[in-house]
């Protein structure tokens, strides 16, 4: 059973820094290797966004309102996804997600969320 846990959220003032990560368990063989994974957020009363996606060949992309400030790297011998949060600020203020993508396998994982709060 595969499960994503994130941690690293929290309380922070703007302009302050955040790491999120994303330990992936339950795959087998080279299963996370071969997933895209992403971060989503999503603010209160908004819809999740994409945020971040790296390919399994370390391809990545960003949503244009973080671009510059956030990088997303994997590390697959930890079977963990990262993100790097600089120069944050109040609309950055969500739930983030990750998610690991495999979609010629049908393979659709998602974390639970981590609150990600920036407020003076």
């Known amino acids: 059973q595969v499960q994503l846990v994130e941690s690293g959220g929290g309380l922070v003032l703007p302009g302050e820094s955040l790491r999120l990560s994303c330990a992936a368990s339950?795959?087998?063989?080279?299963?996370?290797?071969?997933?895209?994974l992403s971060w989503y957020r999503q603010a209160p009363g908004k819809e999740r966004e994409l945020v971040a996606r790296i390919s399994r060949a370390g391809d990545t992309t960003y949503a244009d309102f973080v671009k510059g400030r956030f990088t997303i790297s994997r590390d697959n011998a930890k079977t963990t996804v990262y993100l790097q949060m600089n120069s944050l600020n109040v609309e950055d203020t969500a739930v983030y997600y990750c998610?690991?993508?495999?979609?010629?396998?049908?393979?659709?994982?998602w974390g639970q969320g981590t609150q990600v709060t920036v407020s003076s």
């Open positions: 998610n690991a993508n495999r979609p010629e396998y049908g393979w659709d994982y």
């Open positions: 339950g795959f087998l063989f080279s299963g996370f290797i071969n997933c895209a």
